[in-house]
């Protein structure tokens, strides 16, 4: 296997992982956020900073490595406007991803002190869900665009 290959493969891969991860973690807290049940909220929360910190973690850091890596062997320069343009729509995504990650850490604890407590979910859980859910519209827009970049090549 080519060293080009074996890099592509990881940076297919790495991308469907961090687009795959993203869209189940947001479906299953959207999904569980409308059940209200604090217990179950609680449990998704737990599990959506696990998933976050195991796969989209690793995912993130791989990307630019593999691509970076790809278009060196390729021949493409770094300021091919396709490539240009997707590290653009990387570095947003990334800035909407980042406060996502402190969302997701408060919503966990606030999650976890009402089911301790026995009570419902207060506002402010609320209001972090919905912060939560307008933040990944733009990063997932940009992902799907630098998936067509990628493959389409078009500048």
């Avoid at 390729?74 to 947003?92: D, E, K, N, P």
């Avoid at 990334?94 to 919503?107: H, S, T």
Wanted: proline share 3%; with cysteine.
């Amino acid at each position: 296997m080519s060293d080009y290959f074996f890099l592509k493969t990881l940076h297919i891969i790495s991308a469907a992982v961090l687009f795959g991860t993203g869209i189940g973690i947001a479906y299953f807290k959207w999904t569980v956020d409308r059940s209200g049940n604090v217990a179950a909220i609680r449990a998704v929360s737990e599990r959506v900073v696990l998933a976050d910190w195991l796969f989209t973690s690793t995912a993130i850091v791989v990307q630019p490595i593999t691509g970076f890596a790809l278009a060196q062997l390729a021949g493409y320069s770094i300021m091919s406007r396709w490539i240009f343009y997707s590290l653009v729509l990387y570095a947003i995504a990334g800035v909407c991803w980042l406060p996502v990650v402190a969302l997701q850490l408060r919503m966990r604890s606030l999650a976890r002190s009402a089911e301790e407590d026995g009570g419902p979910l207060d506002a402010r859980y609320w209001h972090l869900s919905r912060a939560w859910l307008w933040l990944g519209v733009p990063a997932f827009s940009c992902l799907i665009a630098i998936f067509w970049l990628m493959v389409a090549k078009p500048l």
